[in-house]
Every structure is written in structure tokens, then in C-alpha cells.
T-cell receptor
Framework: EAGVTQFPSHSVIEKGQTVTLRCDPI?????LYWYRRVMGKEIKFLLH????????ESGMPNNRFLAERTGGTYSTLKVQPAELEDSGVYFC???????????????FGEGSRLTVL | DAKTTQPNSMESNEEEPVHLPCNHS???????IHWYRQLPSQGPEYVIH???SNVNNRMASLAIAEDRKSSTLILHRATLRDAAVYYC????????????FGTGTRLQVFP
């Protein structure tokens, strides 16, 4: 079974440009999350989708960040315009629907490293 | 969200047991204790979780104190591949499954 896949693995862009990160969750996982680690800091929650709906976007830093999950399958995270402080690693995770007996385990992708110059 | 406290780093020799402690003195009755780890250049990986009773799986064991104010992740025989940052996280599941990562414990394993 394929795990969570993220693309690109590394992106280098100039300040002010736009970048779109993509995440393909594990098939059948309704829950999809975005997290990020900026340099020297802890991994922070950004937002949570349940299918195509945003369940919790309390961690989104500002309106330069836009996440979508059209059709409830893959998700994109767009940063426009990118700033230097956006550099870091962006992780996507997915999990099964919350049902009795689920462990609540999140499956993470390997991350997309973003470098803003 | 209840906070956890872990040592910044620990060391072990290969094939020895490792006990990774976590303090969570403000834990509430419905918080689950989850452990994740992050290997170098990879995303976090689920290890184990529990509520009140000790738990075992193929990766590790989780020993939970009777008052639930602390827990210990036990790797029975450390391997070089176990070198990672280990995170102890409290989750008010199933109300939320949002993970709040702290600084974790960086485990070094020596041959």
C-alpha cells in the first residue's frame, strides 16, 4: 500500500514568488493534515481537512497560505507570495476516519523542503 | 492542551534497552499518550499510544504510571535505526487528533 506522498521533495524559490506543494494521502483516509517545521523550531500544526472540508485551520500563519482539497483526495498548499520566514519543511499526514477501534495514528509523508531566497 | 516534558537527549549502545521518559503532570482523564519518532530526513512516524494500561507492540512498549502523570517508552533492544527524535504527545482523542509536538528527545545509538 502506498504511503503519503508529497511533491516536490525540495523547492527553491525567490522571495515574492509562488509555490504550490502537493500531498497525496493514503487511499481511503478522510483526514488530511498539514504541518511544518521552520528552521530551529518545533513541528507546528497548520490545518486539518476532513474530506474536502477544512475542519481546523487555526495553525495557518497568515493569508499568504492557501490550502485546498478539492474532491477530498489530494491536497495542495500554496504560498503566495513567499517570504524568507516561510522556509522550512512542510509535512502532510493522513489518517482514517475517527471510528471506534481506530488508533488515531497519523501517517506522515517525507515532507517538502521549501527554501525561499 | 496539556504539556509534556522530555529530556533533550539520551544515548544508548546498540542492543541495549532504552527507557525514554516523559512527564505530563497536567494530563486530564481523557488525554491519550502518543509517541511518535522522526528519523533523519523523514516525516514523523507513529510508535505507540495508550490511555491507562501498559501497551506493547512490535516497535516498543509503553509503561504508564498509575497516576498517569508520567510515562516511559521502552525500546527493548536498540538498533542503529532507532536513532531518532522521540516525541511524547497528549491527545484529547477522539475530540481531536491534532498533534502538538514539543522538542522531543534525541536518541543516539552507538554501535
Amino acid at each position: 500500500e502506498a504511503g503519503v506522498t508529497q511533491f516536490p521533495s525540495h523547492s527553491v524559490i525567490e522571495k515574492g514568488q509562488t509555490v504550490t506543494l502537493r500531498c497525496d494521502p493514503i487511499s481511503g483516509h478522510d483526514n488530511l493534515y498539514w504541518y511544518r517545521r521552520v528552521m530551529g523550531k518545533e513541528i507546528k500544526f497548520l490545518l486539518h481537512f476532513v474530506k474536502e472540508s477544512k475542519q481546523d485551520e487555526s495553525g495557518m500563519p497568515n493569508n499568504r497560505f492557501l490550502a485546498e482539497r478539492t474532491g477530498g483526495t489530494y491536497s495542495t498548499l500554496k504560498v503566495q507570495p513567499a517570504e524568507l520566514e516561510d522556509s522550512g519543511v512542510y509535512f502532510c499526514a493522513s489518517s482514517q476516519p475517527q471510528l471506534a477501534g481506530n488508533t488515531g495514528e497519523l501517517f506522515f509523508g517525507e515532507g517538502s523542503r521549501l527554501t525561499v531566497l | 492542551d496539556a504539556k509534556t516534558t522530555q529530556p533533550n537527549s539520551m544515548e544508548s549502545n546498540e542492543e541495549e534497552p532504552v527507557h525514554l521518559p516523559c512527564n505530563h503532570s497536567t494530563i486530564s482523564g481523557t488525554d491519550y499518550i502518543h509517541w511518535y519518532r522522526q528519523l533523519p530526513s523523514q516525516g514523523p512516524e507513529y510508535v505507540i499510544h495508550g490511555l491507562t494500561s501498559n501497551v506493547n507492540n512490535r516497535m516498543a512498549s509503553l509503561a504508564i504510571a498509575e497516576d498517569r502523570k508520567s510515562s516511559t517508552l521502552i525500546l527493548h533492544r536498540a538498533t542503529l535505526r532507532d536513532a531518532a527524535v522521540y516525541y511524547c504527545i497528549l491527545i484529547l482523542y477522539p475530540n481531536t487528533d491534532k498533534l502538538i509536538f514539543g522538542t522531543g528527545t534525541r536518541l543516539q545509538v552507538f554501535p
